[in-house]
């Protein structure tokens, strides 16, 4: 399976790991998957969305201005 690293500070790791531990995931991977996963569902067109309507689904998320 190819595999992605990603780099982040000591305290946003500890974080990780605690947020991971207290909502019962078996690591900070399991868990950074798992919310990448619900992110991208979210910006994902669905059948039918016009450019309009992912675009104001992107601005209600925070990632357009």
């Known amino acids: 399976m ?3 690293k990603l ?3 000591s ?3 500890d ?3 605690a947020v991971a531990r207290e909502n ?4 900070p991977e399991e868990m950074a998957l ?3 996963e619900r992110e991208i569902e979210k910006l994902t067109p669905q059948s ?3 450019p309009e309507e992912v675009r104001k689904k992107l601005e209600g998320l925070g990632y357009m201005g």
Do not use: I, N, Q
């Open 15 to 17: 974080r990780l790991r």
């Open 24 to 27: 019962g995931y078996s690591g």
């Open 48 to 50: 039918g969305e016009t």
């Open 11 to 13: 305290a946003f790791l």
């Open 34 to 36: 798992h919310v990448l």
């Open 7 to 9: 780099k982040v500070d």
């Open 2 to 4: 190819p595999s992605l």
